[in-house]
């Protein structure tokens, strides 16, 4: 199994970038398709982006597309995700996430078989 850590989170104001990043051990990550999501409080976790296994497929919610960029360097076992022009809506705990099967839905959290704890991204107004 992979083991897998995300780090870059902060608070920032609206306007702001960060840029997120999920660790993977254990296993490599080129073996998986990886997802972001995230999870406000009260709210359902929900899908911001995919990345397919050589990195040339990504997938976004419409919420943030044009805004945010997924990338992954499988010789680093890394996955980042790009934030620019943050608004408050958001703020939520961002999750990395890694699924095998090329089939799933990719918006569907279940579909994925290993989680990151989360990274914590505020944005002020």
């Known amino acids: 199994q992979v083991q897998l850590v995300e780090s870059g989170g902060g608070l920032v104001q609206a306007g702001g970038s960060l840029r997120l990043s999920c660790a993977a051990s254990?296993?490599?990550?080129?073996?998986?398709?990886m997802g972001w999501f995230r999870q406000a409080p009260g709210k359902e976790r929900e899908f911001v982006a995919s990345i397919n296994r050589s990195g040339d497929t990504t997938y976004y919610a419409d919420s943030v597309k044009g805004r945010f960029t997924a990338s992954r360097d499988n010789a680093k076992n890394t996955v980042d995700l790009q934030t620019n022009n943050l608004k408050p809506e958001d703020t939520a705990i961002y999750y990395c996430?890694?699924?095998?099967?090329?089939?799933?839905?990719?918006?569907?959290?279940?579909?994925?078989?290993?989680w990151g704890q989360g990274t914590q991204v505020t944005v002020s107004s």
């Open positions: 996430a890694a699924r095998l099967d090329t089939y799933a839905d990719y918006r569907y959290p279940p579909s994925y078989n290993y």
């Open positions: 254990g296993r490599t990550l080129s073996r998986y398709i």
